[in-house]
Each structure stands twice: as structure tokens, then as C-alpha cells.
């Protein structure tokens, strides 16, 4: 991996900034050592800890308090599945970028519902990570429609644990049935992986006016990010 020296667009040596703290979660040494020549060096990024298994990251979280998770998902012990979970259910927890292969389809899926911001390929080049952990640092999911759109088609399987589709999609549907018909327009396009601009065009609102929507659905339903909201419309078979 290659390290990136700054990128059109985004944030430059010169702003007054606080540097988004990144903790680095995988088994291989070379990926963790790479990761961090990638994210090092750029002055709005500093990665602050590494752990070498899914067991250490409470304990990596409690001493280095990052905002983001680079979370391998095939470790030895604990795996990053597991630790993205019991993260994501604690208090205020930091936002978590899971790192995978495409074909983990099911595992991705199961990551995304735990709660984490998105995915990255192990290959994803180094500007499109960097890109992707100063996004989930500002609130927003990482997966683009494309990738959406692509993950929900290919996820045929029940999700892991004990409930099944069957149960999932009530859940859904009972959710989405509280909505207003303007939010669940919106929802659906969410679940069609259509981008804020895509909604705006499409409904007749501004951008503003979508996020503004957006936010809304994430408090109402309990959400962690747009992702969640389109998997829940999956569940609900409405795409």
C-alpha cells in the first residue's frame, strides 16, 4: 500500500483541524503497518492504536478513544464480526469500517446490521480510504449506491441468529408502517441506494430537505446509518 500526501477536495495542511483518531483492528502486521503509512502523515487523520485481535478492542477503545474502527473481519480468536457487535452496543461507541473480501457477503450484511458505517476491500486504493475514514468520521455511511445496491441483491440468506427472515420482515414492515408517506418514499429510495440528490430529484425536495429526512428516519426507527434504513426496507420486501 502507498501513502497519500493530500487529496483534490479535501482537507488541506493549512485548516485549523482536530484529527480524526483512528484505531487499526487485523490480525496481519503487514495490513495493520500498511493501514497506517496510508492514514499517517496527513494532518487531519492520526491513527492512535492497533490491536491484533477482536478480544483487545474494548480495551484498545478505552485507552485510545478513536472515532473510527478499521475492523478486520477474519481474526484467530475474537473476530471482527463479534467485536463490532459488542461495540456497537455500548455507549457512545466510535464508528466502525469493517475491512473484507466482497465475497463475505453475509458477513458484511451482518457488520452493517451491528452497526458499522460500511466496508472496505483490502485492496480499496489508498485514496479511497482515506476518503472512506474521514466520511464515516463526519457521520455518513461509506458504501455508495453502486456497492448498496450490489451488497442487498446479492444477500439471499437468512441473517445469522435466531431470528429469520420471516420474523425480520414483520419487524420491518411493523417499523415502516409508523412512518409518514414522505418518509417512507424516502426510505425506499434509501433501499434502492439512491444518493441524496438522487432522492432530491426524484421527490421534488433539496438536498437540505432529504439529509433533514434522512436524520429524521434514523431517530424514528432506531438506526445507526442510511445502510441500516435500506437493509430494513429489503426486510420489509418494499425493493
Given at each position: 500500500?502507498?501513502?497519500?500526501?493530500?487529496?483534490?477536495?479535501?482537507?488541506?495542511?493549512?485548516?485549523?483541524?482536530?484529527?480524526?483518531?483512528?484505531?487499526?483492528?487485523?490480525?496481519?502486521?503487514?495490513?495493520?503497518?500498511?493501514?497506517?503509512?496510508?492514514?499517517?502523515?496527513?494532518?487531519?487523520?492520526?491513527?492512535?492504536?492497533?490491536?491484533?485481535?477482536?478480544?483487545?478492542?474494548?480495551?484498545?477503545?478505552?485507552?485510545?478513544?478513536?472515532?473510527?474502527?478499521?475492523?478486520?473481519?477474519?481474526?484467530?480468536?475474537?473476530?471482527?464480526?463479534?467485536?463490532?457487535?459488542?461495540?456497537?452496543?455500548?455507549?457512545?461507541?466510535?464508528?466502525?469500517?469493517?475491512?473484507?473480501?466482497?465475497?463475505?457477503?453475509?458477513?458484511?450484511?451482518?457488520?452493517?446490521?451491528?452497526?458499522?458505517?460500511?466496508?472496505?476491500l483490502k485492496d480499496t486504493p489508498p485514496?479511497?480510504?482515506?476518503?472512506?475514514?474521514?466520511?464515516?468520521?463526519?457521520?455518513?455511511?461509506?458504501?455508495?449506491?453502486?456497492?448498496?445496491?450490489?451488497?442487498?441483491?446479492?444477500?439471499?440468506?437468512?441473517?445469522?441468529?435466531?431470528?429469520?427472515?420471516?420474523?425480520?420482515?414483520?419487524?420491518?414492515?411493523?417499523?415502516?408502517?409508523?412512518?409518514?408517506?414522505?418518509?417512507?418514499?424516502?426510505?425506499?429510495?434509501?433501499?434502492?441506494?439512491?444518493?441524496?440528490a438522487e432522492i432530491a430529484g426524484e421527490?421534488?425536495?433539496?438536498?437540505?430537505?432529504?439529509?433533514?429526512?434522512?436524520?429524521?428516519?434514523?431517530?424514528?426507527?432506531?438506526?445507526?446509518?442510511r445502510v441500516q434504513v435500506a437493509l430494513?426496507?429489503?426486510?420489509?420486501?418494499?425493493?
Amino acid at each position: 500500500m502507498a501513502g497519500v500526501t493530500g487529496l483534490p477536495g479535501e482537507t488541506g495542511a493549512g485548516a485549523d483541524i482536530t484529527p480524526v483518531r483512528v484505531l487499526i483492528v487485523d490480525d496481519d502486521a503487514l495490513v495493520r503497518a500498511g493501514l497506517s503509512m496510508i492514514l499517517g502523515g496527513l494532518p487531519d487523520l492520526i491513527v492512535v492504536g492497533e490491536a491484533a485481535d477482536g478480544g483487545e478492542v474494548p480495551a484498545a477503545v478505552a485507552a485510545h478513544a478513536p472515532d473510527v474502527v478499521l475492523m478486520d473481519i477474519r481474526m484467530p480468536r475474537v473476530d471482527g464480526l463479534t467485536a463490532t457487535e459488542t461495540l456497537r452496543a455500548q455507549p457512545h461507541p466510535p464508528e466502525v469500517l469493517v475491512l473484507t473480501t466482497f465475497d463475505a457477503d453475509e458477513q458484511v450484511l451482518r457488520a452493517l446490521r451491528a452497526g458499522a458505517a460500511g466496508f472496505l476491500l483490502k485492496d480499496t486504493p489508498p485514496a479511497e480510504i482515506v476518503r472512506a475514514v474521514r466520511r464515516v468520521a463526519a457521520g455518513e455511511a461509506t458504501l455508495s449506491p453502486t456497492v448498496t445496491r450490489t451488497l442487498i441483491a446479492h444477500v439471499t440468506g437468512p441473517a445469522p441468529g435466531p431470528a429469520g427472515p420471516d420474523s425480520r420482515r414483520e419487524r420491518a414492515l411493523r417499523l415502516l408502517t409508523g412512518l409518514s408517506e414522505r418518509e417512507r418514499q424516502v426510505a425506499v429510495a434509501l433501499g434502492r441506494g439512491c444518493t441524496n440528490a438522487e432522492i432530491a430529484g426524484e421527490l421534488f425536495m433539496s438536498v437540505a430537505t432529504v439529509k433533514a429526512y434522512v436524520s429524521r428516519l434514523l431517530t424514528r426507527l432506531d438506526l445507526n446509518n442510511r445502510v441500516q434504513v435500506a437493509l430494513l426496507v429489503h426486510d420489509a420486501g418494499l425493493v
